[in-house]
């Protein structure tokens, strides 16, 4: 229903930067908010940013707070993560989703389908 190619993913020394992009078609992506998940082998999908259907209101989970940064062009239909400082805790397959707002009007990372796409890969090492 929702359909998202995410791509940018790379090995990356500590305190590089990277920038993630999440395509989304086949549906209005400008309809909805959108979130980035990570997801270690073994581990449930963490929400760690999301961002709001006009791109006004942003969250961001207290791990990548003031390292990572989202946005969104919804004439490109893309979500963007950039992601700087980069330690190997940040080390994951991303995805993105889109998500329910919240309450007053904002984001969360509450999936609206449990279908996912492949993700792209982020190695963080020395």
């Known amino acids: 229903q929702y359909h998202f190619v995410e791509s940018g993913g790379a090995l990356v020394q500590p305190g590089g930067s990277l920038r993630l992009s999440c395509y989304g078609y086949n549906f209005p992506v400008e309809d909805h908010a959108v979130a980035w998940f990570r997801q270690i082998p073994g581990k449930e999908r963490e929400g760690i940013s999301c961002?709001?259907?006009?791109?006004?209101?942003?969250n961001y989970a207290d791990s990548v707070s003031g390292r990572f940064t989202i946005s969104r062009d919804n004439t490109r239909s893309t979500v963007y993560l950039q992601m700087n400082n980069l330690k190997a805790d940040d080390t994951a397959r991303y995805f993105c989703a889109t998500t329910w707002p919240g309450s007053p009007p904002t984001c969360t990372f509450r999936p609206k389908s449990d279908s996912w796409g492949q993700g792209t890969q982020v190695t963080v090492s020395s």
């Open positions: 961002i709001s259907r006009a791109g006004t209101r942003s």
